[in-house]
């Protein structure tokens, strides 16, 4: 029983980690202000929304260990 809410837990952690990663903005977003013209400093960085999304996905992360630690001890 309660492996089976540690294993709902750690998929519904694994999605979410997934999302918010996929969410981010690359390493290399900082090129697209040459690329793209003046944009990005007409419409300004998204700044805050990529520091919630860095600081979601790393509970995210944390949560999808310890969830595999724990059911690793259980099935294991």
């Known amino acids: 029983m309660l492996a089976s809410v540690v ?3 750690h998929i519904v952690f ?3 980690l997934i999302a918010t990663v996929l969410l ?3 390493r290399s977003a900082g090129l ?3 690329i793209a013209g ?3 400093q007409l419409f300004g960085k998204k700044k805050g929304l990529d520091d919630l999304l860095a600081r ?3 509970f995210f992360a944390a949560a999808f260990m ?3 630690l724990i059911l ?3 099935h294991g």
């Open 7 to 9: 294993l709902g837990l």
């Open 14 to 16: 694994c999605l979410g």
């Open 24 to 26: 981010q903005s690359g």
């Open 32 to 34: 697209s202000g040459a």
């Open 38 to 40: 003046g944009a990005e």
């Open 56 to 58: 979601v996905s790393t």
């Open 66 to 68: 310890i969830t595999s």
């Open 72 to 74: 690793t001890v259980f």
